[in-house]
């Protein structure tokens, strides 16, 4: 046994996490006696474990405790009791199984609360039974059932088989906010212990007996493919079985991941490069320069912008772009496939969408989904990554050529980086009129943006986000869009359009303020208005400029920048303090505030909100995806170089308390950290920022 699988005994253990025993050839736990399952959630021992089946991925967002807090408050059980399993995929999870949207908790907060509410009512039924009494005379508290009349007490452990035979409850009311004990509390999160003693099974710790290791050549360039290639070098390496061609490749399988890379470097192949091989950052460029010049499809239309911007007294245009980025989760994409003897599959995968994992590898294997297993696993960062396919897809070619054996695909950094589906580059063409005292009434943008959530009516609702519904109060308000055809694979990545547009706008919108010499926080809320459906936005604002002392002295050489956005259901805005220094920014503090609606567990929230400002202080400071002869320049983090630790600023989170329904809180606070940043650089040497990633150059 390795040190991994003596950690997953006895950390496990200590953890009072499986009572069992361990088989180190199956690399899992087996159980005593299996617990009885009340619904599609809930499955209670005899030892009073409940068993929470979570059906959304965790990839470090929390949602393993949040949704266990969810399950908590509706069973009343003992937090300490609680355990957790990644089911397969089911239709009692939703008709689309995964994480992805910010949308674990929003969609959750009803089926789990009444999942274990409707637990709840099976068990005091249960218990009422064996006292012979109405069900009224029970209570639930703390795992066991109190007779109210006798304070008899039945666990849930002697309850549970009883219960699981009764029918479940139709209509159980759930909780008032006002009775909540569990939700809006932050106990220690569930996945922590796991991660620190080894128990938590990532993608990349997968082992099945008699297991094969892939790497995979795919060709440098997007949309080319093999013309010929020669395997003799690599069949010399040692440990190597097999050479394998696929639809987007050469994979070496061998004994081993380090046999199957060597033997990957060993083969000779002649590429078909296609029509992308002079591709580079500079003609993709020219081409969206171009694109935002013509008409495009009509994404907004409100009022004659054209004849208001026309006669308008001030006018002013800009030019924002954005470039490609790249996910660049910690663990590099893996997966182990097993195409058994019966034409079924087996996936062993950290997938951010379980359904979509499944139907990919029956299309391929032109199988019926039911035939499909999906083994959910930890993630090591998603981003939108991980809710693409093609790595899963990629292990499953591999192993149909590799039949009745488990092959493990592992990509490398350089993979994952050269070969992403990229957050698309994006280039914006403003015009804005002012009225004599400044006011807007008038603005125009052209946004030309690759389609990466699909077009209706000629508009990719994803790529205009951002822009498109923003809530200020402009009376005349055109926006269109154009989708060039770049060639270059693009897919979500956290806070999708919103990742740019936001600071796109927010940007073009500080430039109105300067423009009128207004302050940038009160022009603002000139243009929220009184309309209460801004209430909410202007919550956020009041109080991020409140807490970050907004227009009152700073130090020497520090200077603020406001950025605001509403999205994923979730109001944000924050305020940047900045300094530059011979052409350097360094961001000294952010204050952020958020109204999230309900929350479930505010330590979760702050780290989430600090969690997608290091994603958008990268974006704005560091990082970008550049192409030469249609290869991506970028090969590890020494030149993708995300935000160090050193890098970080002071991060304030304040939470404007709610009982609205819950928002989404992973991708939140990633767009406003960008243009809070970029606004303050302007209020600090006068240069306007509208190219990311910031250089020197934009500040002499």
């Known amino acids: 046994m390795n040190r991994r699988g003596f950690l997953q005994v006895t950390g496990g253990a200590a953890g009072g996490l499986m009572i069992g025993f361990y088989l180190p050839e199956r690399g899992m736990a087996q159980t005593a006696a299996a617990p009885s399952k009340l619904n599609a959630f809930v499955r209670i021992g005899s030892d009073d474990s409940v068993t929470f089946m979570i059906h959304k991925s965790e990839m470090g967002q929390g949602t393993v405790t949040s949704l266990s807090q969810l399950l908590a408050e509706e069973l009343a059980c003992d937090w300490k009791k609680i355990r957790t399993e990644f089911p397969g995929v089911d239709p009692a999870y939703g008709a689309m199984m995964g994480a992805y949207g910010s949308l674990s908790i929003r969609t959750s907060w009803q089926p789990v609360r009444q999942a274990g509410a409707a637990a709840r009512e099976m068990l005091l039924q249960a218990a009422a039974q064996k006292w012979s009494v109405d069900k009224s005379q029970c209570r639930a508290e703390n795992s066991a059932v109190v007779n109210a009349s006798t304070n008899a007490r039945l666990t849930y452990g ?7 035979k009764l029918p479940p409850p139709a209509g159980v009311k759930v ?6 004990k569990v939700i809006g509390t932050s106990p220690k999160r569930l996945d922590t212990a796991l991660k620190v003693n080894g128990a938590a099974m990532f993608g990349l710790d997968v082992k099945r007996p008699g297991m094969l290791y892939a790497s995979l050549e ?3 360039v997007f949309g080319g493919k093999v013309a010929s290639f020669d395997a003799t070098k690599a069949k010399l390496v040692p440990g190597v079985k097999q050479v394998v061609e696929i639809s987007n490749g050469v994979a070496v399988v061998a004994d ?8 990957r470097k060993a083969l000779t192949i002649q590429w078909d490069e296609g029509s992308r091989a002079n591709t580079s950052t500079d003609s993709l460029r020219k081409m969206f320069a171009e694109l935002a010049t013509k008409p495009g499809a009509n994404a907004r239309k409100v009022g004659d912008a054209e004849a208001a ?3 308008a007294p001030k006018k002013i245009e800009a030019v924002y772009e954005a470039p ?16 058994r003897a019966d034409g079924g599959c087996d996936i062993w995968a950290g997938t951010q969408i379980q359904s979509v994992a499944r139907m990919t590898a029956a299309g391929i294997l032109k199988v019926p989904q039911e035939k499909v297993e999906v083994h959910t696993q930890y993630l090591g960062g998603g981003f939108g990554r991980r809710g693409g396919a093609d790595f899963i897809g990629e292990a499953v070619e591999i192993a149909k050529a590799v039949p009745n054996t488990p092959v493990k695909l592992t990509w490398t950094r350089e993979d994952d980086l050269q070969h992403d589906t990229y957050r698309p580059a994006s280039y914006v063409k403003f015009a804005a009129g002012l009225d004599a005292q400044g006011i807007p009434v008038a603005l125009t943008a052209s946004v030309v943006c690759p389609s990466f959530g699909g077009i209706q009516n000629g508009v990719d609702s994803t790529s205009v986000e951002g822009i498109r519904d923003i809530d200020y109060n402009i009376p005349n308000f055109h926006v269109n869009y154009n989708p060039p055809d770049a060639g270059i694979p693009v897919s979500y990545w956290r806070s999708v359009g919103f990742s740019q547009n936001t600071f796109f706008m927010e940007s073009f919108i500080d ?11 009160e022009f603002r809320r000139t243009l929220l208005g009184k309309d209460p459906k801004n209430a909410r936005y202007l919550n956020v604002l009041n109080l991020a400029a409140e807490k970050a002392g907004w227009g009152t002295p700073l130090p020497a050489g520090r200077f603020r920048g406001v950025g605001i956005v509403n999205n994923i259901g979730s109001f944000n805005a924050q305020v940047a303090e900045v300094s530059v220094t011979n052409g350097k920014v360094k961001v000294h503090r952010l204050v952020a505030a958020v109204d999230c609606g309900q929350v479930i567990n505010p330590n979760i929230v702050a780290q989430q909100i600090e969690s997608g400002i290091v994603y958008g202080l990268s974006t704005a400071l560091k990082i970008g995806i550049t192409l030469n002869r249609g290869r991506v320049q970028q090969t590890n983090f020494n030149s993708y170089d995300p935000l160090r630790i050193d890098e970080m600023p002071v991060v304030e989170v304040h939470i404007v308390p709610s009982t609205a329904n819950p928002g989404g809180i992973g991708e939140a606070s990633t767009p406003s950290s960008i243009p809070a940043v970029t606004n303050a650089v302007f209020a600090a040497t006068g240069k306007r920022i509208r190219m990311l990633p910031i250089k020197a150059a934009d500040l002499a």
């Open 309 to 311: 911007l026309a006669s």
């Open 256 to 263: 081993n991941t380090w046999s199957a890379m060597e033997g």
């Open 158 to 164: 002697a309850l549970a088989d009883a219960a699981a």
């Open 218 to 220: 795919r060709c440098p």
């Open 175 to 180: 909780k008032d906010a006002k009775d909540f």
């Open 511 to 521: 430039e109105m303020a300067a423009v009128s010499g207004k302050d940038p926080v």
């Open 324 to 339: 490609y980025l790249s996910h660049a989760p910690m663990e590099p994409l893996n997966c182990v496939a097993h195409v």
